[in-house]
């Protein structure tokens, strides 16, 4: 099956700064997404985004289909950024179902 | 609202029990999902289903067994073949089947501890 692999997996910042996370993955995809895990375990939905650039707030989110990875971008953190962030992906062949990386945590310091 | 619900939000087994949680959305979603999350790790998929009567096999399906009769529900059980099912578990729908699923959205879970 496709592999995903998100790094760093573990990110400790000062409140204000920025961050990149990264997900790589190992085959061709129809849908990518990423998520935010709350500390009681909510996974919130943050962009939908199989290619291209969306923007959010705070939040930005690029993926470049073609060279199989995405980025998800964090301005000026704060503490309740904290959390897990997770990448999951489907090919578009195959199993339709969501494949998860094993996420980047982070944790924004006041 | 529209949204998932799964019960019980937490769930005491004793071992050798079969327990079965819910999952019940109002999205007018085709297709269902179930999830497992240990402590630290990622998700891993256990079975889904892209239409009412039917599913498949995820990744760790062995000791559980689910079933489709409605578009709306999709309950999970765990059976006492399961040897490891202290867990947080997550129910998610995504509107179509495929083959571009859409988005997927997850209920708020369920956590089941085995004593």
């Known amino acids: 099956g496709i592999q995903v692999e998100q790094s760093p997996p573990d990110l400790i910042l000062q409140e204000g700064a920025n961050s990149t996370l990264r997900c790589n993955f190992s085959?061709?995809?129809?849908?990518l997404q990423w998520f935010h895990q709350n500390p009681w375990g909510q996974l919130i939905n943050l962009f939908y985004?199989?290619?291209g650039t969306k923007q959010n707030g705070r939040l930005s989110a690029t993926t470049v289909a073609t060279e199989r990875y995405s980025l998800l971008y964090i301005s000026s953190s704060q503490t309740t950024d904290s959390g897990v962030y997770f990448c999951a992906v489907a090919m578009d062949t195959g199993r339709r179902a969501l494949t998860f990386g094993s996420g980047t945590r982070l944790q924004v310091q006041p | 609202d529209g949204g998932i619900t799964q019960s019980p939000k937490y769930l005491f087994r004793k071992e050798g029990q079969n327990v079965t949680l819910s999952c019940e959305q109002n999205l007018n979603h085709d297709a269902m999902y179930w999830y497992r999350q240990d402590p630290g790790q990622g998700l891993r998929l256990i079975y889904y289903s892209q239409i009412v009567n039917d599913f498949q096999k995820g990744d760790i399906a062995e000791g559980y067994s689910v079933s489709r009769e409605k578009k709306e529900s999709f309950p999970l059980t765990v059976t006492s073949a399961q040897k490891n099912p202290t867990a947080f578990y997550l129910c998610a729908s995504t509107p179509r089947s495929g083959p571009n699923t859409g988005e997927l959205f997850f209920g708020e879970g369920s956590r089941l501890t085995v004593l």
């Open positions: 085959d061709s995809v129809n849908n």
């Open positions: 985004i199989p290619s």
